[in-house]
């Protein structure tokens, strides 16, 4: 069950199944808003974020992947669990590319969908440690914001971005292996191919270099990643 008050958005085109899974969520105890339009999601869940937001990649008016990009512009760090008729390696790796954290394929079983939406939620949810310091120097995390800040610039990550950059500040030093990488940072039964996570982690390397952090992450090709 999500927490008290949990809110899910649902950005889908087809009626029918935008009602099923309206339904759906609401029963398990989400507040749900719902919008079969690319734009209108952009406009509602970039001023009003909901704490999961599942969202179809076949719009008429937008391609999901880029409505998710567009959110992760605005600052939106929320969850979101891509919707799609297409279940190819490509399909997949383009949605974590833009930002996705998870991706079902359609046909698909509503109690599927429901275990990965609560999986995501309790993932992203805040820490009630205050901020980390983490190697390099002066590199600090938030995970109350899902965000890292050096030298006082911050930069805002998704919530699987931060799961894996706090996973290799948490063992700084120690090269971490992909498995375990991927267990901390997906939920348990999530299909994530060794691309996927290499795609993720190029994404954390660019945005410590736009932060300034000099170079921190290294690849152990054949075993996995470490943030001195």
């Known amino acids: 069950m999500p927490p008290p008050t949990a809110t899910a958005g649902i950005c889908e085109d087809d009626d029918e199944l935008r009602g099923v899974l309206r339904d759906a969520l609401s029963r398990d105890g989400f507040a749900v808003r719902a919008t ?10 970039a001023e009003h974020p909901p704490d999961i937001l599942v969202l179809d ?6 391609d999901g992947r880029d409505v998710c ?9 929320t969850p979101v ?6 279940g190819a390696l490509t399909d997949r790796l383009s ?16 109690a599927e969908l ?10 992203a949810a805040p820490a009630a440690s205050p901020p980390d310091v983490v190697a390099p120097a002066r590199l600090e ?20 971005e931060f799961r894996l950059l706090a996973t290799l500040a948490a063992r700084r030093g120690e090269v971490v292996r992909r498995a375990a990488l991927i267990a901390s940072a997906w939920p348990d039964g999530a299909i994530v191919h060794d691309n996927t996570l290499d795609a993720y982690l190029a994404r954390i390397r ?18 996995g990643y470490e943030l001195r």
């Open 36 to 45: 079969a339009s690319g734009a209108e999601a952009v406009r509602l869940f």
């Open 206 to 223: 660019r945005k410590l270099r736009s932060a300034g952090v000099p170079e921190a992450l290294h690849t152990r090709r054949g075993v």
């Open 141 to 160: 995390l938030d995970p109350a914001r899902h965000a890292m800040t050096y030298d006082g610039r911050t930069v805002t990550l998704t919530p699987t």
């Open 114 to 123: 429901l275990v990965r939406v609560n999986a995501l939620i309790r993932r």
């Open 57 to 62: 990649v076949g719009l008429p008016d937008a």
């Open 81 to 86: 669990l891509f919707l799609t008729a297409r």
């Open 95 to 110: 949605g974590f590319h833009s930002g996705g954290d998870d991706y079902l394929t359609k046909p698909f079983a509503l």
């Open 69 to 77: 990009q567009a959110l992760r512009a605005r600052g939106m760090t």
